[in-house]
C-alpha cells in the first residue's frame, strides 16, 4: 500500500493517490497533495474543498457538478458559478482532483 | 500521469506501420478483495488458476455455442486488421482484433481441440502459462467490445463476446478489474455506479427543479419514487452528475412535462448502465436488470423508458426480457422497454413539440453514433432507426447538421475510445489514442463545415470526449447532450421563451420599459 509522508507522519493512499482512512484527513495533507502535483492551494481552492467536505458529511458522496457550480456561484458571485472556473482551480477536472485534496472517495461511473 | 504522446491529427485515417508490444505496458488496476467477492469470485488470484481457468473456459464452451463458433472459424483473411480505433490509435500488434481473438484461441486450441492437444506447434497452440494470463489482462483491457471488427469480418465473428468471455474466465480465477467490479458492487447494493444514495439524488433533483424554473418559468418537476407514475425512467447515474449529461437529464424532464405523462425515476433503479455485461457476467448482469424489474413492480408503472446510455441500450433491447422478463405488467402498446429518443421523435413527428431552432444556432452539429447502439440494437420500427432517430431529433432542434465521413458513422461508427469497462483514468494513454479514428473524422467537419459541436447519446461517449478533447486542440465543452438540443430548443406552453416569441409582454416589464 502506498503513503504520502504529511509531517514526518505516514498517511495510507490507495494506488491512485486518493485517502484510504477518510478520517485521518487534515488540511495539511490536502496541501501536501496538491503539492506533488505542482498545486498551490489559494483561498479560492479552499472554498471548494470545504464545500465538498461539508456535503460529503451531509450526503455520504460528493455533489453533483452542478451542485458544485450554483453553489460556488451562490458564494463567491455568478461569474464562478461555471464549470469553467472550476477546471481554471483544478485542470484535471473538479469532481476527481478537488475530491481528492478534500480526503473524499474518487467519484466511480461513467463520469 | 503517465507519459505518452499524443498522436497528430492527420487529414484522414491512416492505416500505421504494426509494432510489437507497445501497448503491453497498459494494465487497468486490479480489483480490491472486497469487490471480487461481492461479485462472487475469489477475492485474489487462486493457487490452481491455470486449472481453474481451463475449467472456466471449459464452461463457457459449453454455454455460449457462438463462443466456440468464434473460436474455430477464423480463417485469417485478415479484414478485421486496420478496423479497430486502438490498433489504428497504438499500432500494437495485438490491436488487429485477430492477434487479441488469438490469444485466447491459441489456449483454446491446446486444451480443446485435437490437432493442439497433440501437435500444438504446428497449430500455433500454447499452454496456459502466468504470461499468456498477463498479456490476457493487459489486451483484453485494450478491446472496448465496440464491435466495428466483427462488422467487417467475413464469419462475423464477434471479439467482444471473446473479450467478454476472457474477462469472465479472469474474474473466476481472482483476477479482475478495479473499476468494472467497484462499480458493480456499488450498483447492486447503492442502486448506481456512482453510488449516489437517495438523499443525494433528491437533493440534486430538487436543484435541477429550481433551475428550469428559473431559466423557463414553469415549475418542471424531476420526480422521485413516485407510486403511480405512467413511466419509469431509467438512466445513467452521471446524468444526475456530470457535464454535459445533466443538461440532457434535464432535457427529459421538459419532454415528459410537454407531454403531460407522469413519470418518475427511481432510487432503487437508478442506473441504467450494466457493467456485467463489460466483464461478460450472465449473474451479475442479471442482479442489476432484476433491480428495474423490482422498482417497475413496486412503482406500479406501465411504461419503462430509458435514457441517452449506450450500453445500457443494447442490455435493454437485447436482454431485458430474457434477463428480467417477461414485463408482462407493462402496456403492451408501447415498446419495452423505449428509448427516450423514440419517445421524443414521436412528439416530434406528431407534432406536440414546440422547437425553436433558433436557441441553439451558436453550434454547427455532427453526431457521434455510439457503439452499442449502432450495432448492438435498434430505435424505432425500420431497419436503420437507431442511425435516423438522434439524427432527426438533432435537425428538428438544430439548423446547422453535418455528418463526419460516412466511413466513421452509422454501424461502422467508430467507439469514442472509452467504452467497455475502459473509461478509467489508469488507462488514459489508451483511451487518448484510441480516440484517434474519431477525432480525426471530426476535424474532417470542423474543416469543411466549421462544426463546432458533436452530440451523443451515451454517458460513456460523453464523459470520454469530455476527458479526450483537449489533447486533440478541440473544447472540452464540444460535446453536448443530444436531449440538451432539445432542452434548448423546446418552447414550453406557459414558458418565458413562449412570451418572448409570440410578442405578449408582461404587464410589469412593459411599465418598466416605459418609464426608462
Redesign the interface.
Known sequence: MATINVNGQEIEVD??GYLVDLSQWTPEIGEAMAKMDDCELTDAHWEVINFLREYYD????A?????LT?AIGKKLGKDKGN?KYL?ELFPY?P??QACKYAGLPK????? | MADFETPKLKDYIEIPKVQEGVMAHSRPFESKEQFQVALGYPGELVDNWEEKAIEKMGDLLGKYRSFRVFLDSCVKCGACTDKCHYYLGTSDAKNMPVARQDLLRKVYRRYFTFAGKYFPKLVGAVDLTKEVLDEWYSYFHQCSQCRRCSVFCPYGIDTAEISMAAREIMDSVGLGQKYCNEIIMKAQTIGNNLGLPEPALADTLADLEEEVEDDTGVPVKYPLDQKGAEILMVTPSADFFAEPHIDGLIGYGKVFHEAGVSWTLSSKASEAANFGMFIGSYENMRKLALRIREAALELGVKRIVFGECGHAWRVAYSFLNTLAGPFDFLDPRYPVPQHICEFTWELIKEGKLRLNKEENDHMRLTFHDSCNVARASRMGDKPGGQFEIPRNIIKATCNHYFDMPIDTIHDATYCCGGGGGLLTDDLIELRVKGALPRMTALKQVVDEHGVTNMAAICAICKSQFTKVLPYYDFGMDMIVSVHQLVSNAIVLKGSIQEKELDGVEDEEETAAEATE
Request: with cysteine; proline share 9%.
Open positions: 494506488e491512485e451531509e450526503y455520504q458522496i455533489p453533483a457538478v452542478r451542485v450554483k464549470s477546471y477536472g469532481a476527481k467519484p466511480t461511473g461513467c463520469v
